[in-house]
């Protein structure tokens, strides 16, 4: 059966930043931490560049789990700020659907800790109401590669979208031509070989002026 590829868009999409708490990053083994940190706040520029409603949930914060990283709280000090005192999978919050719901889009773009559950849950639960979902792949982290591909696995199979957050930005920019110093100073930020491009270009642009 064919598949009609539906493009993110930038008008129709939301961000959910899912239990990106201290204590649950300790527990994040599939990436190192630096590397996984620069891939959530890459996800949160990119909603801040293209001005996507965002939504932050914490999981029982007064436990283990921990507060949210700071990192977050000061991105979007303005952003419906969810957190559940006890529900594990957050669509089982009302507050937290509420919020999602009030945004009227209706492709939402999931990263969170951990992968398999923080993640999976509210993709599924998302998915069953009719919402396109898109799971930055990166930006959520768990364990091992053996539990994440297992969760990968079960969401793809109900109908949520795999990818990474540079995808995901491209794919909400669509044309370089729309800003390329905004888009390449994104990217510039957070990959490094990036940098070494923009740079290059800068310069090869100063040249030919």
């Not at 005192?85 to 889009?105: C, H, L, R, S, Y």
């Not at 999931?110 to 639960?125: H, K, R, Y």
């Amino acid at each position: 059966m064919t598949k009609t590829y539906n493009r993110l868009d930038k008008s129709n999409a939301a961000v959910l930043l899912v239990d990106h708490q201290t204590g649950l990053l300790s527990l994040v083994r599939d990436f190192n931490p630096d590397t996984f940190k620069n891939n959530v706040l890459a996800l949160a520029d990119l909603a801040k560049y293209f001005a996507l409603p965002t939504i932050l949930t914490t999981s029982f914060e007064d436990g283990p789990n921990g507060p949210l990283v700071p990192e977050l709280k000061e991105a979007f000090p303005d952003a419906p700020m969810i957190p559940r005192p006890g529900q594990i999978n957050a669509w089982d919050n009302e507050d937290f659907v509420g919020a999602v719901k009030a945004t009227g889009k209706q492709q939402l773009i999931i990263a969170g800790v951990v992968t398999e559950v923080c993640v999976a849950f509210p993709a599924l639960s998302a998915i069953e109401e009719g919402f396109e979902v898109f799971v930055v792949t990166d930006a959520s982290g768990t364990f091992n590669e053996v539990t994440r591909d297992a969760a990968w696995n079960r969401m793809s199979a109900a109908g949520a979208q795999l990818t990474n957050w540079f995808a995901v930005a491209c794919e909400l920019h669509r044309d370089w031509r729309n800003d390329v110093e905004g888009l390449g100073t994104l990217f510039a930020n957070h990959i490094p070989d990036y940098r070494n491009l923009i740079n290059s270009h800068a310069t090869l642009t100063r040249s030919r002026g």
